[in-house]
């Protein structure tokens, strides 16, 4: 079992930055990759950042480079510095981890995920 534990969100200001911090636990051996993704009120749950399972960088398009993923294997640690919030912004962000088959885990964990609410 992965656990993951996001932390770092909160009410900010239009134009405010946040940095986000998801710390997974347990067997993180079985990690294949991990990203972050966020549910805005009456909107489907949306992918932002992730680090593939070849390692690379991918972003929505739609972040136009405002925010960066970042991690510390070492830690368990995944991290999404946020810059120059909008409102529409506003969602609850999500960790995800992909998992090994041959772990025999699942697919995928979740966090419970942390509110970010930019106001205008």
């Known amino acids: 079992q992965v656990r993951l534990v996001e932390s770092g969100g909160g009410l900010v200001q239009a134009g405010d930055s946040l940095r986000l911090t998801c710390a997974a636990s347990g067997d993180t051996i079985c990690i294949a990759a991990m990203g972050w993704y966020r549910q805005a009120p009456g909107k489907e749950r949306e992918l932002v950042a992730a680090f593939t399972r070849s390692g690379t960088r991918h972003y929505a398009d739609s972040l136009e480079g405002r925010f960066a993923i970042s991690r510390d294997n070492a830690q368990n640690m995944l991290y999404l510095e946020m810059n120059s919030l909008k409102a529409e912004d506003t969602a609850v962000y999500y960790c995800?981890?992909?998992?090994?088959?041959?772990?025999?885990?699942?697919?995928?964990?979740w966090g419970r995920g942390t509110q970010v609410t930019v106001s205008s």
């Open positions: 995800n981890v992909d998992l090994k088959t041959y772990c025999g885990l699942g697919f995928d964990s």
